[in-house]
C-alpha cells in the first residue's frame, strides 16, 4: 500500500491491555504477514498446509481444541491459532507437560501453517514450532500467566523477537471445547479517481475483507480499502453478533463498524471511524465472495 501520509490506529487485542499502535500511511503497504518468510508467503498464497486438524471454507466442528486470536509482528497481523493439549508424564514424570499440535493461519490469507511444542501446564506456557510442508519456519512462546515475554520468531534460538499478543476465544461449552469455524473471503473491485492529475483518471482497484467465524456468536476479520486519490483504510480485529443478527467491532475513539453479513455478501457501515482511513476513505462498502 503505498500513499498519502495519515494516521492509521490498530486496534490490539491482547489479554495484557497493552496501548495501541499508531502507523504512518507509508507502512500500510507492509501489513502482508510479516513474520513468514518472502518465499513462504508465495507458497501460502498457492497452497494450503496439510494438517489433520484442517478445516474447509464451508466450516466444521472442532471438538478438544483451544482456540486463540492472536496479532502477531510490529504490524499486528490477526491470526487465529487452533491447538490441541494431550497430557503426558514422559517428560517429568508428574503430569505438568502436556503435548501440542495444530496450526494457525493470518486472517488475511487463511492458509495454515504447522504447528507442533508442548504445554508448561504450570505456568500456561505455550512452547511452539511453526512448520510449513515439514520445513521449519518459526517458533512462539507465550504464556496465559505472564505476558511479559511472549514473542514469534523466525526460529527458538533467534534473538530479533517480534510481539506476539493474544487472547483465548472461549467455547460455549468449556469442558468439551466445541467450535464450529468457518472462513471466508469477500472482495470488491472499483475504479478510483486520481485527483492530483489535471486530466480525469480512474484505475482499478480491490478492496478485501477476510473473515473467519467462530460459532453463531464471534468473527474475526482482516478490513482493507483503497478509495479516492489512493487513500487508504483497514480494521483488524475480533466482533461479536448483536440482537439484530449483525456482527459489531469496537473500535479506538467511538469507532464502530457493522459487518451485515448475507448469503453471499456482507455489508459494512462505519460510525466515527475516521481514526482508520485516510480523509478521502471510508470503510464504508458492499462486498461478495
Known amino acids: 500500500m503505498k500513499f498519502l501520509p495519515f494516521v492509521l490506529v490498530l486496534f490490539i487485542f491482547g489479554c495484557s491491555g497493552e496501548p495501541d499502535n499508531v502507523l504512518e500511511t507509508d507502512q500500510i503497504d507492509s501489513l502482508d504477514m510479516p513474520p513468514p518468510p518472502p518465499s513462504l508467503e508465495d507458497e501460502l498464497n498457492n497452497d494450503s498446509a496439510e494438517n489433520s486438524l484442517s478445516f474447509t471454507n464451508n466450516g466444521e466442528l472442532l471438538e478438544g481444541v483451544s482456540l486463540f486470536f492472536c496479532q502477531i509482528g510490529i504490524y499486528q497481523e490477526p491470526a487465529l491459532i487452533v491447538i490441541e493439549s494431550e497430557e503426558t508424564d514422559e517428560v517429568n514424570g508428574d503430569g505438568d507437560w502436556a503435548e501440542v499440535k495444530g496450526y494457525y493461519f493470518y486472517i488475511k490469507n487463511q492458509k495454515n501453517l504447522d504447528?507442533?511444542?508442548?504445554?508448561?501446564?504450570?505456568?500456561?506456557?505455550?512452547?511452539?514450532?511453526?512448520?510449513?510442508?515439514?520445513?521449519?519456519?518459526?517458533?512462539?512462546?507465550?504464556?496465559?500467566?505472564?505476558?511479559?515475554?511472549?514473542?514469534?520468531?523466525?526460529?527458538?534460538?533467534?534473538t530479533d523477537r517480534q510481539e506476539f499478543n493474544f487472547q483465548e476465544i472461549k467455547a460455549k461449552d468449556y469442558d468439551v471445547k466445541s467450535f464450529m469455524i468457518k472462513k471466508q473471503l469477500y472482495s470488491d473491485k472499483h475504479q478510483v479517481q486520481d485527483m492530483s492529475l489535471e486530466e480525469e483518471v480512474f484505475e482499478e482497484v480491490e478492496d478485501n475483507l477476510a473473515m473467519v467465524f467462530i460459532d453463531d456468536d464471534k468473527m474475526l476479520f482482516d478490513y482493507s480499502v483503497v478509495r479516492t486519490n489512493f487513500h487508504m483504510g483497514s480494521a483488524q480485529g475480533l466482533a461479536t453478533k448483536n440482537t439484530a443478527g449483525d456482527y459489531v467491532w469496537n473500535g479506538e475513539e467511538g469507532c464502530v463498524l457493522t459487518f451485515e453479513v448475507q448469503e453471499n455478501s456482507v455489508d459494512v457501515t462505519e460510525k466515527d471511524c475516521e481514526l482508520y482511513h485516510g480523509f478521502r476513505a471510508t470503510l464504508n462498502g458492499s462486498y461478495s465472495k
Open 115 to 158: 504447528l507442533n511444542g508442548g504445554l508448561d501446564m504450570i505456568n500456561g506456557q505455550y512452547m511452539l514450532t511453526e512448520s510449513y510442508k515439514g520445513k521449519k519456519t518459526g517458533y512462539m512462546r507465550f504464556s496465559t500467566q505472564d505476558y511479559d515475554d511472549n514473542f514469534w520468531a523466525v526460529s527458538e534460538e533467534s
